[in-house]
């Protein structure tokens, strides 16, 4: 090991069903990483600013409509074009908190009835999670929360097929949070986990690969 990867940032991904809490955790995440002396950047997939993000964001908003193998493949090419900008991010130092992965990424479109196996290929290669907190919501609780079922997938039945998916997907780098807690308890536990494996990745935990 190089002295570059004894002082990598950790890749951490929250993961979870719409409305499961994700971004607001992510946002208070950071903060409290930060205020402990950590270098946090906070992304998020979709990244709808790109070209491509921006065909998916009229297709989620249902503006438009595309095969749901083409938008498999889109929203995996939207991870691949940051694939050099994550990597040398991480190199630098710093931690990324992203909102959302390739286990939304193989979930969503295998809930839609595509192949599960096929659904991972084209994630194959790109730098796997450090840590993969998902959290773990009741579909009709989520549903309840505001704005639900504005976009395209947010109709509970389908939630429900998305949950069996990112079970089946679980591995040791995941841990799961029980998010019909209150926000500070949710938050708690996050906190604790990633400290833990931001500490790791600076010891020279090595960076791998998905899958
Ligand atoms: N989604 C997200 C996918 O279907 N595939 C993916 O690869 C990713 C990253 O897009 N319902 C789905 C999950 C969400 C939707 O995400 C938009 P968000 O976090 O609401 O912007
Ligand atoms: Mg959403």
């Not at 205020?35 to 921006?54: C, K, N, Y």
């Not at 749901?68 to 991480?90: C, G, I, P, Q």
């Not at 504005?150 to 029980?178: G, I, N």
Request: charged fraction near 25%; include cysteine; hydrophobic fraction near 40%.
């Amino acid at each position: 090991g190089g002295g570059d990867a004894e002082k990598r940032g950790a890749l951490i991904v929250l993961e979870g069903l719409d409305r499961s809490g994700k971004s607001s955790q992510c946002r208070a995440l950071a903060s409290f990483l930060r205020g402990r002396g950590e270098s946090v950047e906070e992304w998020r997939f979709p990244d709808r600013t790109t070209a491509i993000g921006q065909m998916i964001s009229s297709y989620l908003s249902q503006a438009s409509e595309l095969d749901d193998s083409a938008v498999h493949l889109l929203f995996a090419a939207n991870r691949w074009e940051k694939r050099s900008l994550m990597e040398s991010t991480l190199r630098k130092g710093i931690t990324l908190l992203i909102d959302r992965y390739s286990y939304s990424g193989v979930a969503f479109s295998a809930a839609k009835g595509l192949d599960f196996q096929w659904c991972r290929t084209p994630e194959t290669g790109l730098p796997a999670a450090d840590l993969v907190l998902y959290l773990d919501i009741d579909p009709e609780v989520a549903a309840s929360r505001g704005e639900y079922g504005l976009e395209r997938y947010e109709k509970v039945d389908f939630q429900r097929r998305v949950a069996t998916y990112y079970q089946a997907m679980r591995d040791s780098t995941w841990q799961t949070v029980d998010a019909n807690q209150s926000v500070d308890e949710v938050q708690e536990a996050l906190r604790e986990a990633a400290v833990s494996v931001i500490q790791s990745c600076k010891s020279g935990a090595e960076l791998l690969r998905l899958w």
